[in-house]
């Protein structure tokens, strides 16, 4: 066990030394393994890009006469795809790889000043030569130009070597080691507080890519042998007659597998079969190799002692090897690990197969004997060791030339220029990491790293040729999910769907099952509807939690987007999730279908909004519209108006507003929509469009037409056909006629052919009305007939055949004469239009409803309390719900629901002539405030200037207050209109 474990009967200063290397060479071994698992993404990180969807949608519908009109909102729709993100430079390996060099370096220099003197002078000029190469000038400390600070740093290094090594040899290893590690912290000091560069140490891990290099492929020479050795050692211990065949075969084995390695890597061999990894055999070298270099003791015993400079030695060089590996995986430096994969195998491959030559031609004879040939492995009695080294040499330097050795020097170019580029990433000074980068891609064609960050830069800058061909190089032989995802990418920016998609069924070809590219191909996938394919590939990509979220996200957008009969509930039920993405879309697709998600969102925050939570916050608002709280309500305004919102304030507005207008809450609705048309950048248009239809909806087409003429100018789709309704709706027949006639040329088929109906309406007279169907007879009662053409339409309405048409003219007839404020006469209207048997929902609804207007305009509260008891108020009827009931309440005494029905009445909707009147009323009877009636009054024919019973009523609450210039005022407007 001591010949295992030989450095336990050391001194025990040497052994913590010892001890020390150790640790020091398998913290290299660490890194360089976490980096090797870890590759392309030490430098290299997802970036989750959202895209979002507008989705034209109508959460309202409303019925005007012929016309159905549907109220245009949109919701918004988040999908998700994956790009891979700017290169980083890994600050942290590049001071690890520093540091480990640095106190190998120290221990190295040490060992050299006890050596005798022709070796101490070779070494001496090796650590002249890696200072030199480190070009420690660059680091412009103290302003010092002409290389006088590495001159100065050779001279605190070699004069204390030199005066150990020829003045006094008696002082310790110990001691010599303190003063080098004292110099070495002071230099270091010295280059942290006076470089004139940033990032000093960074720029050290740069310049000591050379020397590290040419160190790691020297141990790499010094090691490659270990491994059949090593079975030699195994193989011949036990004194068996077997030891020679078994040998042979390990040893063949072994070869072959680098073979296939080699035949693997250089592309002329693709069978899928498992082989050990030479990075696997070069670890397994390295440590093995410790006792390798003990039993080589022979051949350097002349040079340095095993015990302990030997070891030390050895520890160091190895922790130099581990470490330059390390820090090329962990800056993902791929073409100079190119060349040192090539140099390993090559090395393995050579030094192996001489090996079994050397041993046959020194030891077959202690072999056949059944005597240990390791013991004298290094004593050789024919073939001189020499020659064995020789000979493998000669057959790494055969492989190299067959391979194109140019190649080899080319990709340790092009690492040094990648590193070069990454300290000026690191530094900030992009444009000139560039310029490496592109010196790096020209040593290395196929450079990964280099050519992966110029095709980044150039995406940024929408050069989309010059990014596709820098992926393209990048992907040639190290191809990365990075790399493939971001080709694509850069072809969805291009809007090439068709392409991107070719690009990732490419991508996953090489990297199958990636779930980053497997999401974004779905997701493609799904903007070209191949909907059973994208579901497929977003399922597949769902199984991994790294992209889950992404993947359900883009699965219920989909969905959303293309109106599949799917239940928001029945996908939330799938996807169990709290994720931000999932539920903002299960909220648009429940605002889009219209089917509710009866689950439990917590959308209220403060402070800033992200893009997922002001997509769920919209979509929230409208698809809870009906039966969200006024306390969100606001509590939203709240985030919508905060300053660091600014980017979604203006969508949460239109969602604000919409939300109000179906609550009832129609001055709110409007006066948010018109700050919305005067502040917006490009949706003026639609703002005032939105304005128009609501208008129209509230029967005021005199102002609705005033919005869609502002809608028009805008160039909003549709402007000129609402303007020409509205116009029609006003009664301004011949602004109404010009429009229309215009429109018989509209592109729209159905808006050609409801103008040619509407001229022939608006042009015919009543006798041709009577000979034409019943919806041209109706259209022309509703256009034609005014409130006083009542014998007109009693003859129209009887030469209809369809009682739906004849309960709907009636009916409208009575609304009209409720406007007019002769209740009387409405009356007799709705009594008629309830004689009639009609078959259509929509009808019997509206003559129910105008049945509850005119008992409650004409007091009778016994028969409109009978009437309520068979009457179902939809959400939307929020108002008029409580108008009635606040009717009632006060009739019965319930004064305090009474207060809390018509607070609300008096100032939600001022085209709810009714419920305003009615709580102006109730104010002067009950308030202590003499002016609150006024006042609301006042505020309803701001808004609404059209309606006849609240021109009445301002005028006798102002002649009431003695406001006599105002109700002067007002009664030019009540003639107006009474004209009209």
């Known amino acids: 066990?001591?010949?295992?474990?030989?450095?336990?009967?050391?001194?025990?200063?040497?052994?913590?030394?010892?001890?020390?290397?150790?640790?020091?060479?398998?913290?290299?071994?660490?890194?360089?393994?976490?980096?090797?698992?870890?590759?392309?993404?030490?430098?290299?990180?997802w970036e989750n890009f959202q895209e979002q969807k507008i989705v034209e949608t109508s959460i309202h519908e409303f019925q005007l006469g012929p016309f159905e009109i549907t109220v245009p909102v949109n919701v918004y729709l988040l999908f998700e795809f994956f790009q891979g993100g700017k290169l980083q430079p890994n600050l942290y390996i590049s001071y690890v790889f520093v540091l480990v060099l640095t106190i190998a370096f120290v221990y190295l220099v040490t060992i050299f000043s006890a050596l005798e003197k022709f070796w101490y002078f070779i070494a001496s000029g090796l650590v002249i030569l890696f200072l030199v190469s480190l070009r420690l000038d660059v680091l412009q400390v103290a302003g010092l130009g002409n290389s006088w600070f590495t001159i100065g740093t050779i001279a605190v290094f070699l004069l204390p070597s030199f005066y150990f090594n020829a003045f006094n040899k008696t002082a310790t290893f110990q001691f010599r080691l303190l003063i080098f590690a004292l110099i070495t912290l002071l230099v270091s000091i010295v280059i942290y507080f006076m470089a004139g560069v940033k990032l000093p140490f960074m720029y050290l891990s740069v310049t000591a890519y050379v020397p590290a290099m040419v160190l790691t492929v020297i141990f790499i020479v010094m090691v490659a042998h270990e491994v059949p050795a090593g079975f030699l050692y195994l193989t011949t211990q036990a004194q068996a007659s077997t030891g020679l065949k078994h040998f042979l075969v390990i040893t063949i084995i072994y070869l072959l597998n680098l073979v296939l390695i080699y035949g693997n890597d250089q592309g002329f061999i693709t069978w899928n079969i498992l082989y050990l990894d030479i990075y696997l055999i070069f670890s397994v070298t390295v440590f093995i190799g410790f006792w390798g270099w003990k039993h080589r003791e022979v051949l350097y015993q002349g040079l340095m002692p095993f015990y302990p400079f030997g070891a030390y030695f050895y520890l160091a060089m190895a922790s130099i090897a581990l470490i330059t590996f390390a820090f090329l995986f962990g800056t993902s430096n791929d073409a100079p690990l190119e060349a040192l994969r090539d140099i390993l195998v090559f090395c393995h491959l050579g030094f192996g197969l001489i090996l079994l030559l050397y041993v046959f031609s020194n030891f077959l004879k202690l072999i056949d004997r059944d005597l240990s040939a390791w013991k004298v492995l290094y004593r050789p009695n024919r073939m001189p060791y020499e020659t064995f080294r020789l000979g493998g040499i000669i057959v790494v330097v055969s492989l190299?030339?067959?391979?194109?050795?140019?190649?080899?020097?080319?990709?340790?170019?092009?690492?040094?220029?990648?590193?070069?580029?990454?300290?000026?990433?690191?530094?900030?000074?992009?444009?000139?990491?560039?310029?490496?980068?592109?010196?790096?891609?020209?040593?290395?064609?196929?450079?990964?790293?280099?050519?992966?960050?110029?095709?980044?830069?150039?995406?940024?800058?929408?050069?989309?040729?010059?990014?596709?061909?820098?992926?393209?190089?990048?992907?040639?032989?190290?191809?990365?999910?990075?790399?493939?995802?971001?080709?694509?990418n850069v072809y969805n920016w291009e809007e090439n769907n068709f392409k991107s998609i070719f690009s990732l069924k490419d991508a996953l070809k090489q990297l199958p099952d990636d779930p980053y590219l497997t999401n974004n191909l779905g997701l493609f996938k799904g903007k070209i509807h191949e909907l059973d394919s994208s579901f497929f590939l977003l399922g597949a990509s769902r199984n991994y939690a790294k992209t889950k979220n992404a993947a359900e996200t883009n699965f219920t957008g989909i969905v959303a987007t293309e109106l599949l009969p799917i239940s928001p509930d029945s996908l939330a039920s799938l996807f169990k999730t709290e994720n931000k993405g999932v539920n903002a879309n299960l909220l648009g697709l429940s605002a889009i279908t219209r089917m509710p998600l009866n689950k439990e969102i917590n959308v209220m925050k403060e402070g800033v909004l992200t893009l997922h939570e002001a997509t769920l916050l919209h979509n929230f608002i409208l698809a809870k519209s009906l039966t969200i709280t006024a306390t969100e309500l606001d509590k939203a305004e709240v985030l919508a108006r905060d300053s660091v919102n600014l980017d979604y304030a203006e969508a949460l507005k239109v969602a604000l507003a919409h939300a109000h207008y179906l609550q009832g809450n129609v001055a709110r609705a409007l006066q948010l929509m018109s700050e919305l048309s005067f502040v917006s950048a490009s949706n003026q248009g639609k703002y005032n469009f939105v304005i128009g239809l609501w208008l129209l909806e509230q029967g005021d087409p005199e102002a609705a037409a005033l919005a869609f003429r502002y809608a028009f100018n805008y160039n909003y789709k549709d402007a000129q056909f609402y303007m020409a309704i509205a116009e029609t709706e006003s009664g301004n027949l011949g602004d109404a006629l010009i429009l229309w006639e215009k429109l018989l040329s509209a592109a729209d088929e159905g808006e050609r052919s409801l103008a040619n109906t509407i001229t022939q309406v608006l042009s015919m007279n009543l006798q041709e009305a009577i000979k034409s169907t019943d919806a041209i007879k109706y259209q022309y009662s509703r256009y034609r007939l005014s409130t006083r053409d009542t014998t007109m339409l009693t003859v129209l309405v009887n030469s209809m055949e369809e009682a739906n048409y004849k309960a709907q003219s009636l009916t409208e007839m009575a609304v009209r004469q409720l406007e007019a404020d002769r209740p009387a006469t409405a009356q007799r209207y709705i009594q008629e239009a309830l004689s009639l048997s009609v078959n259509s929902p929509a009808v019997r609804t509206f003559r129910q409803f105008t049945q509850l207007r005119v008992l409650a305009s004409l007091g009778e509260l016994d028969a409109l309390a009978t009437q309520l008891s068979d009457v179902t108020f939809s959400l939307n009827r929020k108002l008029d719900k409580m108008y009635y009931e606040g009717l009632l309440n006060d009739a019965g005494g319930e004064k305090a629901l009474a207060d809390k029905a018509f607070a609300q009445l008096a100032h939600a909707n001022p085209f709810f002539e009714e419920g305003v009147i009615t709580a102006a009323e109730y104010a002067r009877k009950f308030s202590k405030d003499n002016g609150e009636a006024y006042a609301i009054l006042s505020e309803a024919v701001q808004v609404n200037k059209s309606s006849v019973r609240l021109w009445k009523a301002y005028i006798g609450e102002a002649l009431r207050l003695g406001y006599d210039d105002y109700a002067a005022d007002a009664r030019i407007s009540l003639q107006r209109l009474m004209l009209k």
């Open 400 to 488: 190299m030339i067959y391979n194109d050795w140019k190649s080899y020097v080319n990709n340790s170019f092009s690492g040094f220029w990648t590193s070069m580029a990454d300290l000026y990433v690191a530094i900030g000074e992009e444009d000139v990491a560039q310029l490496y980068y592109e010196q790096g891609r020209t040593y290395g064609y196929a450079n990964h790293h280099a050519n992966y960050a110029k095709g980044y830069y150039y995406s940024g800058e929408f050069q989309w040729q010059q990014s596709h061909d820098y992926y393209t190089r990048a992907n040639l032989k190290r191809p990365s999910a990075y790399a493939l995802a971001n080709d694509a």
């Open 1 to 45: 066990m001591n010949k295992l474990w030989f450095w336990k009967t050391w001194n025990t200063s040497y052994k913590q030394h010892t001890y020390l290397l150790m640790t020091l060479m398998v913290i290299s071994f660490v890194f360089f393994a976490f980096y090797y698992f870890k590759g392309v993404d030490s430098v290299i990180g």
